[in-house]
């Protein structure tokens, strides 16, 4: 279709070699992580800067596109439209790096779930946002068709941890998309400051954004009084406490 002929002359020829590779192909590989030559890519590299600038769907708020359910570690999110932010801090790369790992396996099969008519983005961040796509231009949303989602693997695979972490930049970006649902992960338990959090519940209830949120620590047991789990509650979310000592 047209839709999906556009988003073709976007990608790179490259990518036509792979279009029979699945996420469930990169799953079962060990190389989620990038590469020796590809650790020091710069940051535009690193952000996903890889011609897709034409391939941002415009299906947002179409009554006739169908919800899909997809889910990151157990939590269910329903909607057209999903926005993955995930901390790829220095600390991920603690316990031989399974937190990173992990990360990057439950993002993939939550990807891999949805249809070529629902949207999402992915926004890994440190000290500053790394959007799939660049960060040449404001980011997009894209279509959940086959190409899209084979450069989005390609991108999830390559990103490295490093750096320090600041939460809110990101989750504005995330919450000016209009997405349906976000998925929030991060190790870091310092919450952004008490006007940064009430900045993001406001935006996120002016346009009625759910925020699933996945809070990495060690120890058994889930922080009682934890930002994260606050900003669920005040989205209409979820939240999950994973101990990295626990993944596999």
Known sequence: ???????????????????????????????LLPSATNAGVNAASAAG????????????????????????????GEGTRFLYVFDCSESMNGYEKRPLLAAKSELLQSLESLGPVHQ???????DTPYPFGGLSGPPKLFTGEKLPKLEAQKFVRNRPASG????SEAMRMAIGMQPDVIFFLTDAETAPGSRDLENLYERANRIGVTIHTIQFGTGAGARSRSWLKALAHATRGEFRYVDVTQLP
């Open 1 to 31: 279709n047209d839709s999906e002929a556009a988003v073709a002359n976007s990608l790179p020829s490259s990518a036509d070699s792979a279009a029979q590779t699945s996420a469930s192909d990169i799953l079962s590989q060990n190389d």
């Open 49 to 76: 800067s890889v011609g897709l600038g034409d391939g941002g769907g415009k299906l947002g708020g179409k009554s006739d596109v169908p919800s899909v359910k997809t889910s990151v570690f157990g939590i269910e």
């Open 120 to 126: 999402f983005q992915i926004i890994f961040y440190n």
């Open 164 to 167: 320090g972490t600041e939460h």
